[in-house]
């Protein structure tokens, strides 16, 4: 009969408390930005007065974003969990600290940059058909219509971003094997 590592499921549970923790700081970053480049106020104003297309431009825009910084949590997890099996010492912890910063920015930086660099690189390819005018006019058909575009996009580059985030993970030094 197997027993449990407790530490393994203390590491697990601090994993999982942290990933909430992150989760919820980038999608608020992530907000807080996006309605900071598009005139905060007048996005607020237009969401308060029920304006859909609105709502569903920028909801697409967050959930495009969070898609992509879902990433940010698995090398933040796998450093601490780590971190919590290994004996540390007070330089390890602020070591595993500043690595965790450096996943933090550095993936959620790519993260909300590419779906804002998507969009705009969108927008500008298909020239004729003004989405943001035509999303501030109320236009749903066009704000559904960017919404999955932002989506579709997010799905794509999905892999890119992953294997990022999992090319940062400080693993320990490993070699190929040659075979005669």
């Not at 993260?111 to 998507?118: D, E």
């Not at 943001?132 to 006019?137: D, K, N």
Request: glycine share 8%; with cysteine; aromatic share 10%.
């Amino acid at each position: 009969m197997k027993s449990f590592d407790l530490s393994s499921i203390l590491a697990g549970l601090l994993a999982c408390g942290v990933a909430v923790f992150v989760s919820t700081a980038l999608v608020f970053i992530a907000f807080r930005l996006n309605t900071m480049l598009r005139r905060r106020d007048e996005q607020v104003r237009l969401l308060l007065s029920g304006h859909r297309s609105i709502a569903i431009a920028l909801g697409a825009t967050i959930l495009s974003q969070a898609l992509l910084l879902r990433h940010v949590v698995f090398p933040v997890m796998a450093v601490l969990r780590d971190l919590f099996l290994q004996r540390a010492s007070l330089f390890t912890v602020f070591a595993v600290a500043g690595q965790c910063g450096i996943f933090f920015f550095l993936i959620g930086g790519v993260a909300i940059g590419s779906v804002w660099l998507a969009g705009w690189l969108f927008t500008r390819m298909t020239g004729d058909l003004p989405e943001q005018e035509e999303i501030l006019r109320d236009n749903l058909a066009v704000a559904i219509f960017y919404a999955f575009v932002l989506l579709a996009i997010t799905v794509i580059l999905n892999e890119g971003i992953e294997d990022l985030a999992r090319s940062i993970i400080p693993y320990g030094r490993s070699g190929v094997v040659r075979l005669p």
